[in-house]
């Protein structure tokens, strides 16, 4: 029976050495643009259907978590428990490359923590520098994983995601040993690539979002990954749809932990 991972065509050289280099050394790489148009149309008309129906109560899933608990965030807007919210979304956790990019950094026991939609609204946004994991680890001992699909041109004037190059490799977290976690760090940088990219960024790298400083929201959707041995963002057995499991594949209910 062969792995999972070798049915979705995730094998060595389906990334450049450079891709490889870039996610050891600074944390995080571009994996180019993904989504083409057509793509990105459907998965933004999907998202505004969305929000429209689940008005207040979007998000849900992710705020009253008893798992993982995450704290309501006024500047933004979320979506949470995508993989059961349309068929336009399934590309966005299985796509071979974004899998040869997490198992490059977490290994092969991998699963899908949550897939969720974040949009920093119009003159907010900003989060404080963080990593996606309790407490700092030691270098190599990576357990989260982060994807970002860029649905809107990202730069620094519309609140794209900033991240401090290599900061997954100094065994420390921002609220720790900085003195103001909101303020911008000397050393980050601010995302810009045109919508339908794909970022991975090491979930232990220093992160966070920033400002808006247009009128329109800065949409994105994370899919975010664990090692097979954690507690996922989203229970993703339980939430599973028959509808979702009737159409996903084999290796698609793998990434979900079955
Ligand atoms: O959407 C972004 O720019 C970053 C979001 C993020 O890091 C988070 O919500 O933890």
Redesign the pocket.
């Given at each position: 029976m062969p792995h999972p991972l070798e049915i979705f065509g995730v094998q060595p050289g389906l990334l450049s050495q450079s891709v490889r280099e870039s996610l050891d050394t600074l944390g995080y790489v571009s994996l180019g643009r993904l989504l083409d148009d057509p793509q990105l149309e459907a998965i933004r008309k999907r998202v505004r259907q969305l929000l429209d129906a689940e008005g207040d109560k979007a998000g849900h899933e992710l705020f009253n978590s008893e798992r993982i608990r995450h704290p309501k965030e006024e500047g933004a807007d979320r979506l949470a428990n995508l993989v059961n919210k349309g068929a336009d979304f399934d590309a966005l956790y299985t796509h071979p490359k974004l899998i040869a990019a997490i198992t490059h950094v977490l290994g092969p026991d991998i699963k899908l923590s949550s897939l969720n939609y974040?949009a920093?609204k119009p003159r907010q946004g900003l989060?404080k520098l963080?990593v996606?994991w309790k407490t700092a680890v030691k270098p190599g001992e990576f357990n989260v994983c982060n994807s970002?699909w860029l649905l809107d041109d990202f730069s620094p004037a519309n609140g794209?995601?900033r991240l401090v190059p290599r900061t997954h490799l100094c065994g420390q977290i921002p609220e720790e040993v900085l003195d103001d976690p909101l303020q911008p760090h000397p050393d980050e940088i601010i995302l810009e690539a045109p919508a339908g990219t794909v970022i991975v960024f090491n979930s232990h790298l220093w992160?966070?979002?920033t400002v808006n400083h247009t009128d329109q929201p800065r949409r994105?959707i994370?899919s975010y990954f664990c090692t097979r041995d954690q507690i996922s963002q989203t229970p993703q057995q339980e939430f599973a749809t028959q509808e979702t499991l009737a159409r996903i594949s084999v290796e698609a209910k793998w990434l979900l932990g079955f």
């Open positions: 974040r920093a989060q963080h996606d970002i794209a995601t992160h966070g979002g994105a994370h």
